[in-house]
């Protein structure tokens, strides 16, 4: 069985920031769950442009409010706290966080992130490297 606290990732490798948000990964490849899961927080009045390419991800938000814009149709979904929204066809798309407030979120990835993974400026994670 595995039990993690959020309070014991902080501050640690699986704790990955970059200017506009961060993601605490609860859950990685190496736990051979077969998805990883990540508690990750949009810092307010912030924008990433996302395209996962080699993920499916499912998002749920607990906290905060913002929008997924849709890139190339514009298409915009508002985003509040009782929100799943799932990308499942490797959409590419904005992600932004209302100002005054942080926006969390708890995601799942398919295939599970081995851990250190960051957008590329496509907004893209690399792809899973084979397993030994």
Request: hydrophobic fraction near 40%; aromatic fraction near 8%; include cysteine.
């Amino acid at each position: 069985m595995i039990v993690r606290h959020l309070k014991d990732i902080l501050n640690t490798e699986r704790d990955v920031r970059t200017t506009t948000w961060a993601s605490r990964r609860l859950l990685l490849r190496g736990d051979r769950m077969g998805f990883s899961m990540h508690e990750t927080t949009i810092y307010a009045g912030t924008q990433t442009h996302i395209w996962y390419q080699h993920h499916a991800e499912a998002v749920y938000c607990v906290a905060g409010s913002g929008e997924v814009e849709l890139i190339p149709s514009g298409q915009v979904f508002r985003i509040e706290p009782g929100t799943l929204y799932a990308l499942n066809l490797n959409d590419r798309h904005w992600l932004r966080a209302d100002p005054g407030a942080d926006l969390r979120l708890v995601c799942t990835f398919n295939p599970a992130l081995v851990g250190d993974e960051v957008h590329d400026a496509d907004g893209v994670y690399p792809a899973a490297p084979a397993e030994a």
